[in-house]
């Protein structure tokens, strides 16, 4: 089973960047496939924070931002406040699974 | 505001079948300018795409999972299921169902709160 391969856990104290990468391979992010990510706070919906790569949806704070290169993006998040605690997860399209394929999930923590 | 809620037994016995339904609200299966999704994470584990469906009743399933799995529709009801048999403690997850958009593609925008399903004698 393809995965997206994310660090298990980011931490950083309030007011700092951190960032969390998203590893793939020629056959999703490689490939060109757009990548969206998710923010999930405990007992909710996975909420979107980035789709198509860079874009933010209206309503999500500029603090959070996308890019990617190559088989890898990443989710950048700064400013970091004790409301980011979560675990956030990117997804992109493979080719080879012909469907979707997500990251295994990164839990940020707020010092 | 488009809503999902899952609902099915939180507890089926090995080698049973799995029933879960996704009910639709503020917005039509129908439409068809989404596609909806059924997703799960086992604990400790990532997310996996088990499949889609669009309103036209087409399907596409994770090829690990198609020899057991089902996924159909009423639009009649604005709602879409999951059936996956031959249950073993592997399929123990919480299961998601969501709304899948058009463009950008493969953009899932909506997400229900997700079901945990625990397969257990």
């Known amino acids: 089973q393809s995965a997206l391969t994310q660090p298990p856990s980011v931490s950083g104290a309030p007011g700092q960047r951190v960032t969390i990468s998203c590893t793939g391979s020629s056959s999703n992010v490689g490939a060109g496939y757009e990548v969206h990510w998710y923010q999930r706070l405990p007992g909710t919906a996975p909420k979107v924070l980035i789709y198509g790569d860079t874009n933010r949806p209206s309503g999500v704070s500029d603090r959070f931002s996308g890019s990617k290169s190559g088989t890898s993006a990443s989710l950048a998040i700064s400013g970091l406040q004790a409301e980011d605690e979560a675990d956030y997860f990117c997804q992109s399209y493979d080719s080879s699974l012909s469907g979707e394929v997500f990251g295994t999930g990164t839990e940020v923590t707020v010092l | 505001q488009v809503h999902l809620q899952e609902s099915g037994p939180g507890v089926v016995k090995p080698s049973q079948t799995l029933s879960l339904t996704c009910t639709v609200s503020?917005?039509?299966?129908?439409?068809?300018?989404?596609?909806w999704s059924w997703v799960r994470q086992p604990a400790g584990k990532g997310l996996e795409w088990i499949g889609r469906?669009?309103?036209?009743?087409?399907?596409n399933y994770n090829p690990s999972l198609k020899s057991r799995l089902t996924i159909l529709v009423d639009t009649s009801k604005n709602q879409f299921s999951l059936r996956l048999n031959s249950l073993t403690a592997a399929d123990t997850a919480i299961y998601y169902c969501?709304?899948?958009?058009?463009?950008?593609?493969?953009?899932?925008?909506?997400w229900g709160q997700g079901t945990l399903v625990t397969v257990s004698s």
């Open positions: 503020g917005d039509s299966i129908s439409s068809g300018t989404s596609y």
């Open positions: 469906i669009y309103a036209s009743g087409n399907t």
């Open positions: 969501a709304r899948v958009g058009l463009r950008p593609p493969w953009l899932y925008d909506s």
